[in-house]
């Protein structure tokens, strides 16, 4: 397995592999020449219709060279037998005796090549400091809120629900720019400044935990009506905030069984893609020894097939 850490050390090592492919397919292409030229003589051939015997120091049968007996086969030799590409074949029993016997491949050659690639899914090497699993990395299906800007979890992709905020009155600020790409609304100039309460009077969360509102807006700024409407409402919102805090107990009793809870938070953390590239190695020429007999074969000396 080769390990890449950028594009280009993977571009390097398959330019390496399509040039030694081209010196491969180059090389191959003068040994075929060759052998096509050779193909045009015949081969050597020993043959008997009834039976072959052979004594002597050594034999060597190569080349498509062929030793053939009609009947037994005996090949006795003091040295060695060696069958390198060549055929040994007896129709009746074959009984070869020396200290080395080697039936060989003469032409063997293969090449590497690619037979897949696949995009493998992204993960998640957790970078935050303090976090239990930092230095670890994780499918990227069992994180939540990657792109939220506020912080991911690794709660193997159970998404945290979120908090409420407390009801409260405030002083109305511009939202700021990156607020603005993020999608927030503009405020209007003129009630930067002044105080407001951060629910409408009609926001749906008084229908979600019961309570019951306002019946009409607020008053204009400057409208002398707004102080006495502000104190009713002030008194629901305290209402609603008894709702809300409790809400948020059970938020982060949720968030806390899956793993979202706050120290967990992880803001820093690295996108890890990759890529599997396969290869292999084929085949692309063979030309075996073979030792065959019709019927019993036997092999005295240190055999290599």
């Known amino acids: 397995m080769t390990a890449f850490h950028s594009d280009g050390e993977k571009e390097a090592f398959f330019k390496t592999i399509e040039e030694k492919i081209l010196d491969y397919e180059k090389a191959k292409s003068t040994v075929d020449g060759i052998r ?3 193909e045009g003589h015949p081969s050597a051939a020993l043959a008997a219709r009834g039976s072959l ?13 062929l030793l053939y007996s009609g ?36 032409s063997f050659s293969s090449e590497r090549v690619w ?10 090497r957790i970078d935050q400091d303090g976090h239990p699993e930092k230095g ?7 994180f939540s809120r990657l792109s939220s800007g506020y912080g991911a979890y690794h709660n193997k992709g159970i998404t945290p629900k979120e908090p409420l905020e407390e009801a409260a009155y405030g002083i109305i600020t511009a939202p700021t720019e990156e ?27 008084f229908q979600q935990f019961g309570i019951t509102s306002m019946t009409t807006a607020r008053p204009k700024n ?3 009506a707004q102080k006495v409407w502000d104190e009713s409402y002030r008194k629901i919102l305290d209402s609603l905030n008894v709702k809300i805090r409790e809400y948020n107990r059970e938020v982060e009793a949720y968030n806390n069984s899956i793993g979202a809870i706050e120290g967990a938070k992880i803001k820093n953390y690295t996108i890890i893609r990759t890529n599997t590239h396969t290869s292999e190695k084929k085949v692309t020429e063979t030309k075996a020894g073979i030792l065959s007999g019709g019927k019993n074969m036997t092999l005295v000396g240190d055999v290599t097939n």
């Open 36 to 38: 096509k030229e050779m």
């Open 53 to 65: 015997t052979m004594t002597g120091n050594t034999l060597l049968n190569s080349s498509g060279a």
């Open 71 to 106: 009947g037994d086969m005996t090949l006795t030799e003091k040295g060695s037998v060696i069958n390198r590409g060549g055929t040994i074949n007896a129709q009746g029993n074959l009984s070869i005796t020396a200290p080395v016997i080697s039936n060989e491949n003469e």
């Open 115 to 124: 037979t897949s690639h696949v995009t493998n899914p992204k993960l998640i």
């Open 136 to 142: 670890q990395a994780f499918p990227e299906s069992e």
């Open 179 to 205: 607020e603005l790409a993020e999608g927030e609304d503009p405020v209007d100039p003129s009630l930067v400044g002044t105080l407001a309460p951060n629910y409408a009077y009609d926001d749906p969360i």
């Open 222 to 224: 400057g409208d002398p």
